[in-house]
């Protein structure tokens, strides 16, 4: 059981931290020519107690990312979830598809044509459309999932075809960088594939969300185009493990 002292501290703490993350996505949005309400602020949950989630939901939160079907599913429960939307924003095994679809708002990691027809499959079983994000791998690093550009490309129309789910944009994880300058140049590449992709208007692709940056980045991916942004130890502090 958890001391009350200890509780009311953590609680604080981020009601602290999202008033200052809040205070620095507006400052983003407004230089890029936007509005506050034009960024979603996503509360990655990867590890974090209920109890710790549910100050950020009561404190205003209304978008969640876990990274695994089995945690989000454990944890679903003891959470306050009315009027707050679920992302599964991890890697998606086929095997995992049929437990995630219906219990998430949308899956942000389709990263191979593969998952992206499982996901249309389980959705067609439980009669339900499920959105989804498509995970570019803009560096191309082995140790990341997603699609390469070329991969993407490739794969674009036969993605665009599938029934039983909406593409409602694209997601990254950009390379750890040596400086703003060349992270921003990843940034600003997808940006300027998803501002073609929604130029070509393709069935079945909305591209409305562009979710890219994180607790180190996100201030730098706003000013480059990004729309949803996920945050997690800016807000709850390090993970454990």
């Not at 939901?57 to 990274?67: A, Q, T």
């Not at 003891?78 to 707050?84: A, E, F, N, Q, T």
């Not at 086929?94 to 389980?122: C, F, H, P, R, Y």
């Amino acid at each position: 059981m958890m001391e009350k002292s200890f509780l009311d501290s953590r609680r604080k703490d981020i009601e602290h931290n999202l008033d200052a993350i809040n205070e620095k996505i507006e400052k983003a949005a407004l230089k890029s020519g936007r509005k506050r309400e034009d960024i979603r602020l996503m509360a990655v949950t990867k590890t974090v107690d209920p109890v710790f989630i549910n100050f950020a939901l009561d404190y205003g939160i209304d978008l969640i990312g876990e990274n695994r079907v089995q945690e989000l599913l454990r944890k679903k429960p003891d959470l306050h979830l009315d009027g707050v939307e679920k992302h599964l924003i991890g890697h998606l095994q086929t095997n995992k598809a049929g437990q995630i679809v219906g219990e998430v708002d949308m899956i942000e990691s389709v990263d191979s044509l593969k998952i992206a027809k499982e996901i249309a499959k389980q959705s067609l079983k439980k009669g339900i459309t499920t959105d989804v994000l498509l995970e570019i791998n803009i560096g191309e690093e082995e140790s990341k999932t997603g699609f390469s550009k070329t991969e993407f490309f490739e794969n674009l129309h036969e993605i665009s075809e599938i029934g039983a789910i909406n593409i409602k944009g694209l997601m990254t994880v950009p390379p750890i960088c040596d400086n703003e300058a060349e992270l921003c140049k990843f940034f600003e590449n997808i940006y300027g594939i998803f501002v073609d992709i929604k130029a070509k208007k393709l069935d079945n692709m909305t591209m409305s969300i562009l979710s890219m940056g994180m607790s180190g980045d996100y201030e730098q991916a706003i000013l480059c185009g990004s729309n949803l942004v996920r945050i997690g130890s800016s807000i709850f502090g390090p993970r454990i493990y």
